[in-house]
């Protein structure tokens, strides 16, 4: 087991660490910013919108495409894809336009499809992030990564990067028809790693993060802000905040 420690706080005892994805060791301004500038270039073209709507429609989204970060508040990366997806139908209902679920699901799974083959590409690993990891690693602690996104995007960043052996199992989208947030895919790692919930921390950049591990009964969530939001709006959710994980000391 290791402990882990910064000036402000310590973490004893652990044996297993779930890390969220994007956020956490992936640069999500990159990758989800592609990601919504071409969800919301196939809604304009599907639907016949103006293109003056582009901008408007990646800022409804959580993106601005100006500045090309993620808005802190913004829904894409902070909540569940089911979530994204009802709350964005709702803003396209004001704007006059009634889409399904079924149908923005499609149009979501489409895109998907076209920038999966060539994710690697929008993919910037945060690199103290991946260098904290080997270094768990190296103490012999079991890992695994938890995230919205799916198993099959996920696989193909670790297999580019080649960093399969960095973690023990991966739970996703399609792993569960619960949302993260739930606490069920943190229970799925935890049986698979078959790891003990009091002996685990989650590290993530962001509340639904926190929640995921909550709900699953693991008490520490290690928050980052590498993410959407800075440290201070992370400390409302956390007691266990850094600006990075290069500042945490890893010990037995």
């Known amino acids: 087991m290791i402990n882990l420690k910064t000036e402000n706080w310590t973490i004893k005892n652990i044996d297993t660490i779930l890390f969220d994805k994007d956020g956490t060791f992936i640069d999500l301004h990159y990758f989800w910013g592609k990601m919504t500038e071409l969800r919301v270039r196939e809604i304009i073209s599907t639907y016949n919108l103006d293109d003056s709507l582009f901008s408007q429609l990646c800022m409804k989204l959580g993106y601005d495409n100006n500045s090309g970060k993620m808005l802190k508040d913004g829904i894409t990366a902070l909540y569940s894809r089911s979530v994204i997806i009802d709350l964005f139908r709702k803003d396209l209902a004001e704007l006059g336009l009634n889409v399904s679920v079924g149908e923005m699901e499609n149009l979501f799974d489409y895109v998907s499809s076209v920038f999966y083959k060539e994710m690697t590409k929008y993919t910037k690993p945060i690199d103290s992030a991946l260098d904290f990891i080997r270094s768990v690693r190296a103490s012999g602690v079991k890992t695994g990564v938890v995230t919205s996104d799916s198993v099959k995007s996920t696989m193909l960043t670790l297999k580019h990067f080649k960093w399969e052996p960095l973690f023990d199992v991966v739970i ?74 290069g500042s945490v000391i890893v010990s037995s």
């Open 172 to 245: 996703g989208r399609e792993s569960t028809k619960e949302t993260k947030e739930s606490g069920v895919p943190v229970k799925m790692a935890l049986e698979k790693l078959g790891s003990d919930k009091d002996k685990t921390i989650m590290i993530g950049d962001a509340p639904m993060d926190y929640l995921a591990a909550k709900n699953a009964g693991v008490e520490s969530t290690v928050l980052v802000a590498t993410g959407q939001l800075d440290k201070a709006d992370l400390l409302k959710t956390s007691p266990f905040v850094v600006d990075s994980l």
